[in-house]
């Protein structure tokens, strides 16, 4: 098992902000930050050896 990881993301402050005229774009924005983070609580655990 490998010692870690990284998980890299380009994101866009569009994400936070919902600027208009870029609603879908923000959106998979947003989206795709808060996948990271959910992936990365989930994966980012300790796991303890036997």
Known sequence: MPN???IIN???IA???GLEG???YSAAK????S???S????LGKAVESP
């Open 22 to 24: 870029v609603t879908v």
């Open 39 to 42: 992936l990365a609580g989930e």
């Open 4 to 6: 870690g990881g990284r």
């Open 10 to 12: 380009v994101s866009s």
């Open 30 to 33: 947003a989206a795709q930050d």
């Open 15 to 17: 994400a936070k902000l």
């Open 35 to 37: 996948l990271t983070a």
